[in-house]
């Protein structure tokens, strides 16, 4: 039996029967020369923000999508029919079948968390180019991904708005090009509470028989049903996210780290606190006081009161308050400056335009996977720190805590098998 009437044929509800693909396939243009895109993963984000800008883009078509819950799946093909005008979008409930499709150029990955690192791996393996919603899991999936997509000539581009987004680009370019003088202080604001959305029960329940729950679990620990559980709600449980820190800390902490010069590389030391729920499933910090050092002597704050981002030079300051806000200044002087790059080039870009542009022309991505790694380690990081509840010390060279065996523990996590990242990758 080949690779494809396998997964057509095995039940996908059996963990037991689950595997990866292994085969190469070409990367082959569609029609008219587009880019073919698959989407993994049709939830809020998926169809909200990356669906509805593929469909803006005349050089790209998408062809397939892939949803473990069937209503969400249905949802975006009644989107992608009527915006085509066709009947032509094929469905997938098992994402490794979507991987199988030679005329499918590129994924796009807006699933939760814990399962970004493993798809974008078997999409490249399959020959896809990627652009996958952010953070990593964990410390060690980042530096994982950043390593196999090294060994694949294929695009790999995060799927995060901010460096399209003139306030913030604005003022990495203020601060990287001296406009500030010498960088002192960084603030960095996020929300606090969970924000709860559709069925926030998390008592035990049925399957719903149009949900493949196990498929969703996927390497994440085995945990009985629950509508609180799933979809947005996931962010909230550690077993999928790490809460608003990694969540809106990708956004926020990414700026910071452009502006430090600091998004290949990244802090030295962290401690704080932070407060989460005492019970119940949701267990990620929703309060947190961080602090953090770099090895530039460039201190960043972090905490739960609020959007803001906030850089302080021994010349003056700059400051966005609230989401994607006109940008603030120590003087009106500043706010006049035109940076090196024309902004109005970047402004007219968002993460999807530059995705397809490189999968077709060629080129780096604006925000590549190291930086987005590099990113999620300082959320991760901070969520270590307040476990622990002491100061670490942190080698951004060898990405390991200095003389914490502890601490270093945390890095990874078991995955659930056979969904872990060594079968992946060894068979």
Request: hydrophobic fraction near 35%; include cysteine; charge should be neutral.
């Amino acid at each position: 039996m080949n690779r494809r009437n396998f997964i057509k044929n095995a039940s996908i509800a059996s963990v037991g029967a689950a595997t990866f693909p292994t085969i190469i396939t070409s990367c082959v243009k569609g029609a008219n020369d587009k880019v073919n895109i698959g989407m993994i993963g049709t939830g809020d984000h998926g169809i909200m923000r990356n669906l509805k800008n593929y469909l803006k883009i005349d050089n790209c078509r998408v062809v397939a999508i892939c949803d473990v819950d069937k209503t969400r799946m249905n949802k975006a093909k009644g989107i992608i029919n009527n915006h085509y005008q066709s009947d032509d979008v094929r469905l997938y409930d098992d994402f490794r079948e979507l991987l199988l499709q030679k005329d499918i150029d590129a994924v796009q990955i807006s699933t939760p968390d814990h399962w970004h690192v493993h798809m974008a791996i078997a999409a490249m393996q399959a020959g896809k180019h990627v652009c996958s919603e952010k953070p990593t899991l964990t410390i060690q999936q980042g530096r994982i991904l950043v390593d196999q997509i090294k060994k694949h000539n294929l695009i790999f581009q995060t799927s995060l708005e901010d460096r399209y987004l003139e306030p913030y680009y604005r003022m990495a370019k203020l601060v990287r090009e001296g406009h500030i003088g010498t960088l002192k202080k960084m603030r960095v604001g996020l929300p606090g509470q969970y924000k709860i959305r559709y069925d926030a029960n998390t008592e035990t329940a049925p399957i719903p028989d149009y949900f493949n729950y196990d498929m969703w679990l996927g390497p994440a620990p085995d945990a009985p049903y629950s509508p609180g559980r799933c979809h947005w709600n996931f962010r909230w449980i550690n077993d999928y996210s790490g809460g608003n820190l990694t969540d809106w800390g990708a956004h926020l902490i990414d700026t910071a780290q452009l502006c430090n010069n600091a998004e290949i590389w990244g802090p030295t030391e962290v401690e704080g606190v932070g407060k989460r729920p005492d019970s119940g499933i949701y267990n990620a910090f929703y309060e947190y006081d961080l602090k953090y050092k770099y090895a530039n002597g460039v201190e960043m704050d972090i905490h739960s009161k609020g959007v803001e981002i906030y850089c302080e030079g021994s010349n003056g300051w700059l400051h966005s308050k609230g989401w994607n806000k006109k940008l603030q200044a120590s003087s009106e002087d500043l706010l006049h400056i035109k940076p090196g790059e024309e902004i109005r080039a970047v402004r007219e870009l968002n993460e999807h335009v530059d995705f397809v542009n490189c999968v077709k022309n060629g080129g780096k991505p604006k925000h590549a996977a190291e930086d987005m790694h590099r990113t999620a380690t300082v959320s991760h990081m901070g969520n270590i720190a307040m476990n622990l509840e002491r100061k670490l010390q942190w080698d951004p060279a060898k990405e390991m805590f200095i003389g914490d065996d502890e601490a270093n523990a945390m890095r990874s996590r078991p995955e659930r098998a056979p969904w872990t990242l060594d079968k992946l990758m060894n068979g």
